[in-house]
């Protein structure tokens, strides 16, 4: 079974200084792995996806994150946080590739960045 | 931009009313999810669709919940008799269906009862 545990509920940051969202995940297979961030009242919009390839994924709006197998985690970073980086971020598992059949959401991080 | 399009935004029922809510997919995909999000919760998967088929209806409540994807149309998740414990946030999300391709979520319609 598939199941992705967020490691905080609030992160909170000042303007210009480091983003660390942690995630850890369980799966019985080969898994993607996705972080989508929640603007409020709007849909999910992705932000970058793993699939097996390259183990450290860029994805859009300067954030990133590292696979990384024997640790079972996927944590998302970014340099430097800005203030419309503050929203809610979801850790995202598929056993495959997120196309077929269903994803399996962790319960959110909501992260609030200080001028 | 064709996105993920769901209306209504907002809708609001009283108890026991019908609720419908409508999905258009991207253009070009054939696959649509729809997804329920819970006040402080993540999103929580209830049915896949392809046009004409409903392949996994696992996270589907047994009862009052229905969803279709015609060949013509937008697909519809229906709520009938709808109960205060209905409200929430739905979600639905469409993908091409082809290996690696992510699913791409619409705004969502938030439901409130009465």
């Known amino acids: 079974a598939q199941s992705v545990t967020q490691l905080d509920s609030h992160v909170s940051v000042s303007e210009g200084t480091p983003v660390l969202l942690r995630c850890n995940y369980s799966?019985?297979?080969?898994?993607?792995l996705f972080w989508y961030v929640q603007h409020p009242n709007k849909g999910l919009q992705l932000l970058l996806k793993y699939t097996s390839a390259a183990t450290l994924v860029k994805g859009i709006n300067g954030f990133e994150a590292e696979f990384k197998k024997s640790e079972t985690s996927f944590h998302l970073t970014k340099p430097s946080a800005h203030m419309s980086d503050a929203a809610e971020y979801f850790c995202?598992?598929?056993?495959?590739?997120?196309?077929?059949?269903?994803?399996?959401f962790g319960k959110g991080t909501k992260l609030s960045v200080k001028p | 931009n064709a996105g993920v399009m769901q209306n209504p935004r907002h809708l609001v029922r009283r108890r026991g009313q019908e609720a419908r809510l409508r999905c258009s997919p991207m253009?070009?995909?054939?696959?649509v999810y729809w997804y329920r999000q819970l006040p402080e919760e993540g999103l929580k998967f209830m049915v896949y669709l392809q046009k004409e088929n409903i392949i996994d209806e696992s996270g589907m409540p047994k009862e009052r919940f229905s969803a279709e994807f015609p060949k013509e149309g937008p697909s519809i998740l229906r709520i009938q008799q709808v109960v205060r414990g209905d409200s929430a946030a739905y979600f639905c999300a469409s993908s091409s269906g082809q290996g690696g391709q992510p699913q791409h979520f619409g705004d969502g319609t938030r439901l409130s009862i009465l």
């Open positions: 253009k070009g995909h054939s696959h």
């Open positions: 995202v598992v598929s056993v495959d590739g997120g196309s077929q059949g269903n994803l399996i």
């Open positions: 799966s019985s297979y080969s898994p993607s």
